[in-house]
């Protein structure tokens, strides 16, 4: 079977966008594949968060991705923290990283403008540590956004290089993952692009919010002066609710307020409304889910561990013939 590896960054609650974007993915690709995907907890060090933040985030994404649907008896579902292997490797392969190569990554060049005071040697190596993730259970695939694809293209340059140096055939290349049939992109509130929890107030749907407070932000959310004639186009904002609604409402209930644009008749009030009760019919049950999960510390406690154990297993199983091509030989 082939192996599928994937990182989720812990930050904070997940969103329609992350649920359509990513989780129904990693649904699908539980079944198909030997799956890995872990929280990123060691990545999410370069922006310095306290203890608390970092363990509460960790926890949030844990109970939402098993409340999600993630079964740990289908994948491994594992806190990158609790596998040192990982660490041990991020060690080696940057002896073979290069500064040059570093500095030309976009996301750190990304850093230097964005956060000029806290340009640290972790971000520098993200993407070796990000290529460790992937290399150390000899991934197949990764499946990844388009900001994601240099990341993807040092993996296998770090893989193969390594290949080079000692001569051997060990790591295999990773691919980007490409699901059949079109992305989906989730578009926001605000009638600016994707949605995103940095999208401003109001952009996000979140899985873990009260059904009032979803309510609200789809009732804000932004529209247009209405169809000025018969059978004109959809503006922006209007394009995006019904991408929304195509989402989580039946065929035909998107048709009928389709033709109610087509034909001026239609009442944005109404349109939302049905927007909000079609996508709390989908929510309501996952956000019952994920506060049953969230305050379950045996279950909590039991999927991180099955997790860590089969990560450990595969990585385990890496670095013993890593250290062995590297040359460390025991003398005892
Ligand atoms: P955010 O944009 O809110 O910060 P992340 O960057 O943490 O979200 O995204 C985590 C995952 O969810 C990624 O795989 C990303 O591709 C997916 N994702 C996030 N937002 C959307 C969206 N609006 N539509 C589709 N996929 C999304
Ligand atoms: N860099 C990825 C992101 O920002 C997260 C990530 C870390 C990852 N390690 C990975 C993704 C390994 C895929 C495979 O979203």
């Known amino acids: 079977m082939q192996t599928v590896v994937s990182g989720i960054r812990p930050t904070g609650k997940l969103h329609l966008g992350n649920y359509f974007g990513a989780v129904k993915n990693f649904l699908m690709m539980q079944e198909n594949y030997n799956s890995y995907f872990f929280i990123a907890d060691i990545h999410s060090l370069t922006t310095h968060p306290t203890p608390e933040d970092l363990h509460g985030s960790v926890r949030q ?56 005071n806290n340009v640290n040697a972790g971000l520098l190596t ?10 150390i259970h000899k991934a197949d695939f990764v499946p990844v956004g388009k900001d994601q694809e240099q990341h993807l293209e040092m993996t296998r340059q770090f893989g193969n290089r390594f290949n080079r ?20 992109k989730v578009p926001g509130l605000t009638g600016q692009g ?35 004639e018969p059978n004109s186009p959809h503006s922006e904002e209007i394009a995006n609710l019904f991408d929304l609604m195509r989402l989580v409402c039946e065929e035909s209930v998107v048709q009928q307020y389709v033709d109610a644009y087509a034909d001026c008749s239609i009442r944005y009030g109404d349109m939302k409304k049905q927007l909000a009760e079609d996508m709390l019919t989908l929510i309501a049950p996952i956000r019952e889910r994920i506060r049953e999960v969230k305050a379950d510390d045996a279950y909590l406690a039991k999927a991180a561990k099955i997790g860590a154990e089969k990560a450990r297993e595969s990585a385990s199983r890496t670095m013993r013939e890593v250290r062995e091509i590297i040359g460390f030989k025991k003398f005892y």
């Not at 392969?93 to 996301?107: D, H, K, P």
């Not at 980007?176 to 992305?183: I, K, N, R, V, Y």
């Not at 919010?209 to 789809?218: A, C, L, N, Q, Y």
């Open 61 to 116: 994404v844990l109970a939402e991705y098993l409340a999600m649907g993630l079964d740990p008896e289908k994948c491994a579902l594992f806190i990158q923290s609790d596998v040192p292997e990982i660490t041990e490797l991020y060690t080696y392969m940057n002896m073979n990283a290069y500064l040059g190569e570093l500095e030309r990554s976009a996301s750190f060049k990304d850093k230097i403008r964005t956060q000029k």
């Open 126 to 135: 993200y993407p070796v540590l990000m290529a460790v993730d992937i290399l």
């Open 165 to 184: 140096m000692y001569d051997v055939e060990f790591f295999p290349e990773p691919q980007a993952f490409s699901f059949t049939g079109e992305l989906v």
């Open 194 to 228: 994707k949605m995103s929890k940095s999208g401003g107030a109001g952009d996000a749907v979140f899985f873990d919010e009260d059904d009032d407070v979803t309510r609200k932000k789809i009732m804000r959310a932004k529209t247009d002066a209405g169809p000025q």
